[in-house]
């Protein structure tokens, strides 16, 4: 099993080392790093604005980790009489450390799992603002919005993508003897889609392909994936895991 890694550094080259540990032969392929959002400046001022009860969403270590950075700079604080929902456990555990304040978590790592939680059964006139990148996913807040919460969208952090300079590096992988993908956002498979293009290698779509969502594996399968693992986490330990047992049962996933 040789696998090519598709997220964003620091991660990409973790989860290729903590391969690399376990026998695993790995390709780290970083697609995009990240800039500081728009959203940054004002958020110090819209946390003090919330009012009791509140809700705050945060869909990425990333998204919190840019978040408390604005907030160190502004002299913000995380508010002590909100609600806090994460998309995932390790999201939780770094908000919760550098917020100091209890985080919920859903068991389904998406949106649709955040919004069955206990904050979002009854959120007429409820503020919520989300802590995301640019262009974030918009399900979540439209639904709440329908229901008569308050939404605020906050960007955090924005995305810079770098296909061109990978072209090269995809052209050597047939000789490299890949039979695993792991892709970790819907984005991110879009455009290591088009790097697949862009370099003419369509025999990577014969590839096994895991996916942190069963929305992903949909977008993977619309675009010619045939063989794919959902693996329900982004959380590379997850990933690891899942690797593991595919490695020993010969990709199968029986």
Known sequence: MTIVVVRPEPD????VDQLAQQG????????????PGQGLPSLANLFASLPTDSVLVA??????????????????RWPSDCHYVAVGQRTANEWQAVSEQPILTPTREDSEGMLAL???SA??????????GESGRDMMGQTLQAQGAQVHYCETYRRQWAIEPLVSQVVSWPHDAIDTVVITSGQQL????????LSGQHWLRQCRILVPSKRIQDQATALGFDTITTVDSVANDALVNTLIRLSKTGLSDD
Do not use: E, W
């Not at 959120?123 to 995301?132: E, S």
């Not at 455009?191 to 697949?196: E, M, P, S, T, V």
């Open 190 to 197: 879009a455009y290591f889609d088009q790097l697949i293009t």
């Open 24 to 35: 695993l032969s790995a390709i780290p392929c970083p697609l995009l790093s990240f800039a």
């Open 118 to 120: 206990a904050p979002f």
């Open 123 to 132: 959120v007429t006139g409820t503020q919520v603002v989300i802590l995301r």
């Open 59 to 76: 869909v990425s270590p990333r998204a919190v980790a840019f978040a408390h950075q604005a907030l160190q700079h502004q002299s913000g």
């Open 12 to 15: 990409c080259s973790q989860l």
